[in-house]
């Protein structure tokens, strides 16, 4: 495959290996990030997007507690793309968002899909947790003192989320705010849009 396979190509098969929810949504998250830090950077929003909406599309399948290098997420993952013709660039920032994995993050690409995985799961939970359930009242304030709380989303890795700010070369409040500015764009997707001031939802 010399060229992206489309957005909707790629979803279909996402939707083949990942039947939940909240995954589905992760992705879409880690997708709206990327294309807006690919934006910035001048480079190819489709490209960076399809890396982030199939970053995870087989940890459903394949979850890798054990955090093989070469079995199970993302090494089953990459395995399928490759034989559907997938670029390497999109396979080698995929393979390098697990730091198990043992592949360098050497591409911007790969260094903001790092930088914004568990981000995205942080900004997310932040949201929810308020009485509006809505990213549109998240702010890089919020998210930070969230993050500090370590009983809060135990399964956000706080540390790779400061170092994928340190490996892309941004301030962290500020690459907290991109991201939230990115998902927000993204809310209806998302299920974050919530009921703004905490208005109880219809029905």
Request: charged share 30%; net charge negative.
């Amino acid at each position: 495959m010399t060229t992206l396979p489309t957005r909707d190509e790629a979803l279909h098969l996402q939707h083949q290996y990942t039947q939940s929810d909240s995954l589905r949504k992760h992705m879409l998250a880690v997708e709206a990030a990327m294309r807006a830090y690919a934006t910035k950077f001048d480079e190819d929003p489709d490209r960076w997007g399809l890396t982030g909406l199939m970053h995870d599309f087989d940890y459903e399948r394949f979850p890798n507690k054990e955090h093989s290098p070469t079995d199970g997420h993302p090494a089953q993952g990459v395995r399928v793309l490759r034989e559907n013709g997938w670029p390497e660039d999109i396979l080698e920032a995929i393979l390098g968002h697990a730091t198990y994995s043992g592949v360098p993050r050497e591409s911007r690409m790969a260094k903001a899909l790092f930088a914004v995985d568990e981000l995205t799961g942080l900004v997310t939970a932040t949201a929810l947790v308020r009485a509006s359930r809505s990213i549109l009242e998240v702010d890089a304030r919020s998210v930070k003192k969230k993050m500090k709380d370590k009983a809060f989303a135990r399964g956000v890795n706080r540390d790779d989320v400061v170092l994928g700010a340190q490996e892309l070369g941004v301030e962290l409040d500020e690459h907290i705010q991109f991201v939230v500015d990115a998902m927000r764009g993204s809310a209806e997707a998302l299920g974050l849009v919530g009921t703004p001031s905490g208005e109880p939802s219809a029905g």
